[in-house]
RNA sequence: GGACGUAUAGCUCAGUUGGUUAGAGUACAUCGUUGACAUCGAUGGGGUCACUGGUUCGAAUCCAGUUACGUCCACCA
């Protein structure tokens, strides 16, 4: 090693434990800790991280959105603002609740065996443990998050603020509790709200069934895929304007089996196309028929248990289970002769999200936040102020006729887990029970609500606390405000709300991007976020969506294990173009790799051992002691020279413009092409000869001072994408002690003066000279390491000037012994091969035995090329309607590239001529 | 039933407001151990831009339609 004072680094890069020493040492010395009254005119960036669930570990669309995330904080932290990046865990209510449950089933046990208080202490306990798990992982993928403000939904300063906005709603009256239609779980026996349904189309069966008229005189038939509910008909429905059927409105027909009188109802809801044009209703157990039983004031009658076995109600059946049920109701409905039909049907059956069951639509008593006010205020920030801002732009309109078309928010929950609500129930007025009627108050505390019942019943009043918790996304929802101090006004929502993006897939705008937006809007009057950057998922290897149900999930952990977080992260980002697509990650099942991973681990290693050349010619100077004294006009550039800062100028302000309009691919995509393309391979391999002595001293300053300053610069940019090796390797090169970060430097200064593009076109020719002669090279046979005579022959008085100005670079990339420069190709001997760039010609004379037919067929082949760009742009440049119509511009580029390649063919062919 | 997305090299994807010779990475082939790197270098082969029609001097790009895959929303018994 030329350098003594560079550490002796090995040629390969090895993530481990550099990854390991710098997130111990970012998080000891509280690197990312925030501080609100610092830097008082700096505007803040803030970035509160979407909480994970703690149901168990994170996956791989974790790890991108975390990738994004933390690229997005370290840019900007770089780029000088006052940064926040705030981490935190989710209860998840119903999903850790249906964990606990399945474990206590194999242990045969069941919650109600434990309590509720000790069912609560082995949530707890699951929460420490997958919390823990997950704020781990957070860590291995180097999020450079705050960790002194790590939050939990239900820690307490959160619950303080569900407490909040729970009364101050309810003191609103926009929190109501009442008998509505919901959503019912049997499997885990609470209500669900209507996004916690999907719809699975099954194969199932429509049975057609006849309901005899009251009077004798016939019968109306009706259809349904759900027999057992005609226990709960209350009705038989047509359309008033149906004449098969008007004249029956105002009968009544009689319900087999349980013989009840029911009337023929006119609905306009009904569907005279559609089966028979008549329909059962049962307004307890079908969204439709609940409006229709509103809207004709029929009885609910509620056939079912919560346990989803049939109830009194039900008759003959009752105590059933509600499948069993429908073939027992099926079976009498044959024997008593009203069953006309059995069909096959393909249909869509609600399933409940978390218990895999079909939910059943049952009459029970919920809290409900009322919907239309706070979507009206969120419309008007999206519709007046534009806020917030999604990206990308077309997401905006899902997320708009969302809003536009709510239905009250069904919150509570049977469950157990969760934020318990604040209502206490004066049961002493309902004989001691919480029935539906039973009055109540609510507080933020045992005490207040004791305070307030006694005032309402008496000293002797007994309260007992509404067993039910709230839905997890209504502590979601204040989530971006509550964890940084809500309801109290701190210096942290002070300086960092509203946060400026939040990065989020598209899965969950309904359930929580529009529900923060809800609550925002109500309780901070403004919108929670600046933009909503929405990202897509992350696929499999066979393009099909990663789910726990389909197991083709792939651990970030096994990758990470193996090339390392940088290359994970550069890999998730450099694969999202634009915004919003879904990523396909390459995967090999078998071998747990990953040939995009492997390329990006690669690229690391590659910036490694480019890193570690430059560093041991710098002669044990950093790039603060080398100085960077060079202005655009200084003399002794050279022409590589400028064209490095040049494109190292342009990649800057490329790299800061695309990360600012959400294009971080094209970032990362954009520096791996600056760095292994230009940096590395042209620049480092010019240096060297300039760094081995072979010039004068001056030039060996000039380029050492130019690769330490771009080197650095070049960490400095991709920092935010590749944090650990940056940090790693910048330590080395600035000679930094363990205090001081790469992370909080600053991002490199855009100078448009060093951006000169006719000088990059020059030196494109000089590449283009270098390649034409590498590849004669290698059609001619010419082993690598042999040092060839060539000639570049050129009869324009400018490319002669960059040709001289080049050929010391030509003879040392190209391997070319001896290089002469010629106006006209007559001096060059006969047997030559011969290509052109641009109206340069290369020629490599070749003596000995050649091969004359593959000369000869070479240039064949090029010429082919050229003659026929020629004969298209000659049949343009014929068109009277482009040259007519086409701008200037466009047709004297066509000009002009017809004039090379005339010039090119000219060549080719006075070359095949002398052969 | 609505709405949206995607279709370009074997694979993963770029391709800006239409401008003619469609690019990367990877895989493949050939050559290579000169003093950063074989996790590397050089060179090369490989595409009727899903299909059909239209607009235009000119279409991967704009328009209409078709097909395939994917996603979201929706109360049809």
């Given at each position: 090693?030329?350098?003594?004072?560079?550490?002796?680094?090995?040629?390969?890069?090895?993530?481990?434990?550099?990854?390991?020493?710098?997130?111990?040492?970012?998080?000891?010395?509280?690197?990312?800790?925030?501080?609100?009254?610092?830097?008082?005119?700096?505007?803040?960036?803030?970035?509160?991280?979407?909480?994970?669930?703690?149901?168990?570990?994170?996956?791989?669309?974790?790890?991108?959105?975390?990738?994004?995330?933390?690229?997005?904080?370290?840019?900007?932290?770089?780029?000088?603002?006052?940064?926040?990046?705030?981490?935190?865990?989710?209860?998840?209510?119903?999903?850790?609740?249906?964990?606990?449950?399945?474990?206590?089933?194999?242990?045969?046990?069941?919650?109600?065996?434990?309590?509720?208080?000790?069912?609560?202490?082995?949530?707890?306990?699951?929460?420490?443990?997958?919390?823990?798990?997950?704020?781990?992982?957070?860590?291995?993928?180097?999020?450079?998050?705050?960790?002194?403000?790590?939050?939990?939904?239900?820690?307490?300063?959160?619950?303080?603020?569900v407490l909040e906005a729970f009364v101050q709603l309810y003191d609103q009256g926009l929190i109501y509790r009442g008998q509505y239609l919901v959503n019912w779980c049997p499997a885990s026996q609470s209500a669900v709200s209507d996004l916690e349904v999907e719809p699975k189309e099954v194969d199932g069966h429509l049975w057609h069934f006849r309901y005899p008229l009251s009077d004798g005189s016939g019968s109306v038939e009706v259809a349904t895929t759900r027999p057992e509910t005609m226990l709960g008909d209350t009705a038989v429905a047509v359309n008033p304007a149906d004449d098969r059927y008007r004249h029956l409105i105002g009968k009544t027909l009689t319900l087999p089996i349980l013989g009840r009188e029911i009337p023929v109802i006119g609905d306009e809801f009904v569907d005279m196309a559609f089966g028979t044009g008549c329909v059962k209703v049962t307004p307890a157990h079908d969204p439709n028929d609940f409006e229709m039983g509103n809207r004709h004031g029929l009885p609910f009658i509620n056939i079912l248990h919560k346990d989803g076995t049939l109830n009194e109600n039900g008759g003959e059946f009752a105590g059933l289970d509600r499948f069993v049920a429908r073939k027992a109701v099926i079976e009498r409905l044959q024997a008593d002769g009203v069953l006309i039909k059995t069909e096959d049907y393909r249909h869509t059956v609600p399933y409940s999200d978390r218990g895999k069951v079909p939910v059943e639509p049952l009459i029970s008593t919920q809290w409900f936040v009322k919907i239309d006010p706070l979507a009206e205020k969120a419309l008007k920030f999206l519709d007046e102020q534009n806020s917030p801002r999604v990206v990308p732009d077309r997401w905006r309109k899902v997320y708009r006729d969302w809003l536009a078309n709510l239905r009250d928010w069904c919150i509570s929950r049977q469950l157990w887990w969760g934020h318990q609500i604040p209502?206490?129930?004066?049961?002493?007025?309902?004989?001691?029970?919480?029935?539906?009627?039973?009055?109540?108050?609510?507080?933020?505390?045992?005490?207040?609500?004791?305070?307030?019942?006694?005032?309402?019943?008496?000293?002797?009043?007994?309260?007992?606390?509404?067993?039910?918790?709230?839905?997890?996304?209504?502590?979601?929802?204040?989530?971006?405000?509550?964890?940084?101090?809500?309801?109290?006004?701190?210096?942290?929502?002070?300086?960092?709300?509203?946060?400026?993006?939040?990065?989020?897939?598209?899965?969950?705008?309904?359930?929580?991007?529009?529900?923060?937006?809800?609550?925002?809007?109500?309780?901070?009057?403004?919108?929670?976020?600046?933009?909503?950057?929405?990202?897509?998922?992350?696929?499999?290897?066979?393009?099909?969506?990663?789910?726990?149900?389909?197991?083709?999930?792939?651990?970030?952990?096994?990758?990470?294990?193996?090339?390392?977080?940088?290359?994970?992260?550069?890999?998730?980002?450099?694969?999202?173009?634009?915004?919003?697509?879904?990523?396909?990650?390459?995967?090999?099942?078998?071998?747990?790799?990953?040939?995009?991973?492997?390329?990006?681990?690669?690229?690391?290693?590659?910036?490694?051992?480019?890193?570690?050349?430059?560093?041991?010619?710098?002669?044990?100077?950093?790039?603060?002691?080398?100085?960077?004294?060079?202005?655009?006009?200084?003399?002794?550039?050279?022409?590589?020279?400028?064209?490095?800062?040049?494109?190292?100028?342009?990649?800057?302000?490329?790299?800061?413009?695309?990360?600012?309009?959400?294009?971080?691919?094209?970032?990362?995509?954009?520096?791996?092409?600056?760095?292994?393309?230009?940096?590395?391979?042209?620049?480092?391999?010019?240096?060297?000869?300039?760094?081995?002595?072979?010039?004068?001293?001056?030039?060996?300053?000039?380029?050492?001072?130019?690769?330490?300053?771009?080197?650095?610069?070049?960490?400095?940019?991709?920092?935010?994408?590749?944090?650990?090796?940056?940090?790693?390797?910048?330590?080395?090169?600035?000679?930094?002690?363990?205090?001081?970060?790469?992370?909080?430097?600053?991002?490199?200064?855009?100078?448009?003066?060093?951006?000169?593009?006719?000088?990059?076109?020059?030196?494109?020719?000089?590449?283009?000279?270098?390649?034409?002669?590498?590849?004669?090279?290698?059609?001619?046979?010419?082993?690598?390491?042999?040092?060839?005579?060539?000639?570049?022959?050129?009869?324009?008085?400018?490319?002669?000037?960059?040709?001289?100005?080049?050929?010391?670079?030509?003879?040392?990339?190209?391997?070319?012994?001896?290089?002469?420069?010629?106006?006209?190709?007559?001096?060059?001997?006969?047997?030559?091969?011969?290509?052109?760039?641009?109206?340069?010609?290369?020629?490599?004379?070749?003596?000995?035995?050649?091969?004359?037919?593959?000369?000869?067929?070479?240039?064949?082949?090029?010429?082919?090329?050229?003659?026929?760009?020629?004969?298209?742009?000659?049949?343009?440049?014929?068109?009277?309607?482009?040259?007519?119509?086409?701008?200037?511009?466009?047709?004297?580029?066509?000009?002009?590239?017809?004039?090379?390649?005339?010039?090119?063919?000219?060549?080719?062919?006075?070359?095949?001529?002398?052969?």
């Amino acid at each position: 090693m030329t350098n003594p004072a560079a550490p002796a680094l090995p040629s390969q890069y090895e993530p481990k434990a550099a990854e390991a020493r710098w997130q111990t040492l970012w998080e000891q010395n509280q690197v990312f800790r925030a501080n609100p009254d610092l830097n008082p005119d700096a505007p803040s960036y803030c970035i509160v991280i979407p909480p994970p669930n703690v149901t168990g570990s994170l996956h791989m669309g974790h790890a991108f959105n975390s990738a994004l995330i933390d690229t997005l904080v370290r840019y900007h932290r770089m780029q000088g603002k006052n940064t926040l990046c705030l981490p935190g865990t989710d209860h998840a209510s119903i999903a850790v609740q249906t964990i606990l449950d399945r474990q206590l089933r194999e242990e045969g046990k069941t919650k109600d065996d434990l309590g509720r208080e000790a069912f609560l202490e082995r949530a707890w306990q699951w929460k420490e443990q997958s919390g823990g798990t997950i704020v781990n992982q957070l860590r291995r993928l180097g999020m450079s998050v705050d960790w002194t403000r790590e939050r939990f939904t239900m820690d307490e300063g959160l619950s303080q603020a569900v407490l909040e906005a729970f009364v101050q709603l309810y003191d609103q009256g926009l929190i109501y509790r009442g008998q509505y239609l919901v959503n019912w779980c049997p499997a885990s026996q609470s209500a669900v709200s209507d996004l916690e349904v999907e719809p699975k189309e099954v194969d199932g069966h429509l049975w057609h069934f006849r309901y005899p008229l009251s009077d004798g005189s016939g019968s109306v038939e009706v259809a349904t895929t759900r027999p057992e509910t005609m226990l709960g008909d209350t009705a038989v429905a047509v359309n008033p304007a149906d004449d098969r059927y008007r004249h029956l409105i105002g009968k009544t027909l009689t319900l087999p089996i349980l013989g009840r009188e029911i009337p023929v109802i006119g609905d306009e809801f009904v569907d005279m196309a559609f089966g028979t044009g008549c329909v059962k209703v049962t307004p307890a157990h079908d969204p439709n028929d609940f409006e229709m039983g509103n809207r004709h004031g029929l009885p609910f009658i509620n056939i079912l248990h919560k346990d989803g076995t049939l109830n009194e109600n039900g008759g003959e059946f009752a105590g059933l289970d509600r499948f069993v049920a429908r073939k027992a109701v099926i079976e009498r409905l044959q024997a008593d002769g009203v069953l006309i039909k059995t069909e096959d049907y393909r249909h869509t059956v609600p399933y409940s999200d978390r218990g895999k069951v079909p939910v059943e639509p049952l009459i029970s008593t919920q809290w409900f936040v009322k919907i239309d006010p706070l979507a009206e205020k969120a419309l008007k920030f999206l519709d007046e102020q534009n806020s917030p801002r999604v990206v990308p732009d077309r997401w905006r309109k899902v997320y708009r006729d969302w809003l536009a078309n709510l239905r009250d928010w069904c919150i509570s929950r049977q469950l157990w887990w969760g934020h318990q609500i604040p209502a206490w129930y004066a049961v002493s007025e309902t004989g001691g029970e919480i029935l539906d009627h039973t009055p109540f108050v609510v507080a933020r505390t045992e005490a207040e609500a004791w305070e307030q019942a006694k005032a309402k019943y008496g000293d002797t009043v007994q309260l007992e606390r509404d067993p039910d918790v709230l839905d997890t996304w209504f502590s979601s929802g204040l989530w971006p405000f509550s964890t940084l101090g809500w309801p109290q006004s701190t210096a942290d929502l002070d300086r960092y709300y509203p946060s400026s993006t939040l990065v989020t897939g598209f899965d969950i705008i309904f359930f929580w991007v529009a529900r923060m937006t809800l609550m925002a809007g109500h309780f901070t009057d403004r919108m929670p976020f600046q933009d909503v950057y929405i990202h897509g998922l992350v696929r499999d290897e066979n393009n099909k969506k990663m789910s726990k149900s389909a197991n083709n999930g792939i651990n970030p952990l096994l990758l990470i294990e193996k090339y390392g977080t940088d290359a994970l992260r550069y890999t998730l980002i450099r694969e999202v173009a634009g915004a919003g697509q879904d990523i396909r990650l390459e995967y090999d099942r078998k071998t747990d790799e990953s040939g995009s991973v492997e390329a990006s681990r690669n690229f690391a290693n590659k910036l490694w051992n480019a890193s570690r050349f430059v560093m041991m010619n710098l002669e044990g100077k950093t790039p603060a002691q080398l100085g960077f004294d060079l202005t655009p006009d200084s003399p002794n550039l050279e022409l590589c020279d400028r064209w490095i800062l040049s494109r190292y100028h342009q990649v800057i302000t490329q790299t800061s413009d695309h990360i600012e309009a959400y294009g971080l691919g094209e970032a990362a995509k954009g520096l791996y092409e600056f760095i292994w393309g230009d940096f590395c391979d042209w620049y480092i391999e010019l240096a060297k000869s300039r760094l081995y002595g072979e010039g004068d001293a001056g030039s060996k300053t000039t380029v050492q001072q130019i690769l330490a300053h771009i080197l650095e610069g070049i960490h400095k940019l991709l920092h935010p994408f590749m944090p650990h090796i940056t940090e790693e390797v910048w330590h080395s090169l600035t000679q930094s002690d363990e205090q001081t970060y790469l992370a909080l430097q600053s991002y490199p200064d855009r100078h448009d003066a060093w951006i000169n593009p006719e000088l990059e076109q020059d030196f494109e020719l000089v590449i283009g000279v270098i390649r034409v002669l590498r590849n004669l090279r290698a059609e001619a046979g010419v082993k690598p390491g042999v040092k060839v005579t060539a000639l570049v022959q050129s009869g324009n008085d400018r490319e002669q000037q960059i040709l001289t100005t080049g050929m010391p670079y030509i003879q040392a990339l190209a391997k070319a012994g001896t290089l002469t420069l010629v106006q006209s190709a007559d001096e060059a001997p006969r047997k030559s091969l011969a290509g052109v760039v641009g109206t340069v010609q290369v020629l490599l004379p070749l003596e000995g035995v050649v091969d004359l037919e593959a000369l000869v067929k070479k240039l064949e082949k090029d010429l082919g090329k050229v003659e026929k760009d020629l004969k298209s742009l000659q049949g343009r440049l014929k068109n009277p309607g482009f040259v007519n119509k086409a701008p200037q511009e466009v047709i004297d580029g066509a000009k002009a590239a017809l004039s090379e390649a005339e010039t090119q063919a000219q060549i080719l062919r006075d070359r095949l001529a002398i052969l």
